[in-house]
């Protein structure tokens, strides 16, 4: 089992992450870590604070010579606004004159978590619910994604809507009809999406979004959107039907929605499916080229809680940013009189570092999914375990079914 934990909170000192579980002998590519946590900083709306910190993530234990090391992987990741909140944010007692927050915001973790925490300051819940918590968890799962690149599995995103601006051809229908480029992988998408400043595929759309993006600006307000991510190269066979919790799509499901903000997630044509006959919704099984596949893969790659062999294709929707700069209506909790919710600098849209930290989930689950599977304490020992996994797989059906 692999597994992390991140700490640190958004205007403290810096995010840390413990990473354990990966096989030693992985190569770790420290640029390929902090391409990953600059994307993670992109697109248009973001507020004021991606202009101060540039991400990376200094690695202080195990790897050694470039290599892991089988023991745990820490690593850091300054915040460089620290040193703007170093009275606000002390480790030791309070300073005179700072304030406390009062008013909560609708749609933050602020009321909720006063509420549960038995806080008297609305600072103590922003901090750690901040998204800022993110730049920790890509970070952790980049290892994931390097680990997960040995065995040719590739993961991308792309932005498909913001503030239900979609565009005219949308590139989801050619995963669901199976209808790919040659040679597609994951990542291909993420090459495109990253040359736009929304992480749109299609250049009208584009346009057409900032415009939007800029009118919730001049209005004070902002904006949520949908994405995709996708994952090529997943060997059949990763999860269960056995078991609730360990079924693929669940536990992308749960990774998916537990980025900040997501409020829906669906795999593969998800909700249009319930509207659609079954000879419609269901893909048919063919063998191409000696082996079993199908011709459609409206399924996501997952059937039955087990990955197909096929792309997993997961949507998600985040909401729009809870931080209004013409805010709505709230209570001041030391007076308990009705008043408008606090304003706190924040993005306007973060629908694009959103697409890229559900790569970074999604390839967590995967990467936790297939160690399961394939095991291993070297590097060497999960790729012939994996090797003797997948060569023999036709085969054996073959073999099951002539006798
Ligand atoms: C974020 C850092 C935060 C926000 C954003 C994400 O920085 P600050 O609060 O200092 O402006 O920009 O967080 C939120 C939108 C949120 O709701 O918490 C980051 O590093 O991604």
Redesign the pocket.
Same mark, same amino acid.
Request: overall charge neutral.
């Given at each position: 089992m692999i597994r992390f934990l991140t700490a640190g909170e958004? +205007?403290g000192k810096a995010l840390t992450t413990i990473v354990e579980g990966f096989p030693s002998n992985l190569k770790i590519d420290i640029d390929f870590l902090n391409l990953q946590m600059k994307r !993670?900083?992109s697109g248009y709306g !973001?507020?004021?604070?991606?202009k101060i910190?540039t /991400?990376t993530a200094e690695i202080l234990s195990g790897v050694r010579f470039g290599k892991t090391l089988g023991s745990p992987v820490s690593m850091l990741i300054k915040n460089k /606004?620290w040193d703007n909140w170093l009275d606000k944010m002390r480790i030791e007692s309070k300073s005179a004159g700072i304030e406390k927050i009062t008013i909560p915001r609708p749609g +933050?973790a602020d009321l909720v978590g006063i509420s549960k925490y038995n806080f008297d300051d609305i600072r103590n819940s $922003?901090e750690r619910?901040? %998204?800022?918590e #993110? %730049?920790a968890r890509v970070a952790a799962a980049s290892i994931a994604r390097i680990f997960l690149a040995q065995f040719g599995i590739s993961i991308g995103s792309f932005v498909e809507s913001i503030g239900g601006v979609y565009p005219d051809n949308n590139f989801a229908e050619n995963l669901f009809n199976n209808d790919l480029p040659k040679n597609f992988v994951g990542w291909n998408l993420s090459e495109k999406a990253d040359k736009s400043d929304v992480r749109v595929l299609e250049l009208k759309q584009e346009k057409k979004i900032i415009d939007k993006i800029k009118l919730a600006k001049k209005k004070g307000d902002t904006l949520g959107g949908t994405f995709y991510a996708v994952a090529t190269g997943v060997p059949v066979g990763l999860g269960t039907f056995v078991h609730y919790d360990k079924k693929l799509d669940a536990e992308i499901a749960q990774s998916i929605m537990s980025i900040? %903000?997501v409020k829906a997630v669906s795999i593969g044509t998800g909700f249009q499916s319930a509207e659609k006959f079954g000879s419609e919704s269901h893909d048919e099984i063919i063998l191409k080229n000696g082996i079993l596949t199908r011709k459609t893969n409206r399924a996501g790659g997952i059937e039955g809680g087990i990955s197909t062999g096929l792309p997993i294709i997961v949507r998600g929707a985040m909401k729009p $940013?809870? #931080?209004l700069m013409s805010p709505i209506e709230s209570v001041e909790l030391k007076t308990m009189r009705k008043i408008d919710a606090r304003r706190?600098?924040? /993005?306007f849209v973060?629908v694009p570092?959103c697409a890229v930290i559900s790569e970074s989930m999604l390839a967590w689950t995967l990467a936790e999914f297939f160690i399961v599977k394939f095991g291993g304490d070297s590097i060497e020992e999960t790729k012939d375990n994996f090797n003797n996994y997948t060569k023999k797989l036709y085969s054996r059906i073959k073999k099951n079914f002539s006798k």
């Open positions: 958004s +205007h !993670r900083q !973001r507020g004021l604070r991606m910190e /991400d /606004d +933050h $922003i619910s901040s %998204a800022r #993110t %730049a900040n %903000a $940013i809870a #931080t706190e600098r924040s /993005d973060a570092a």
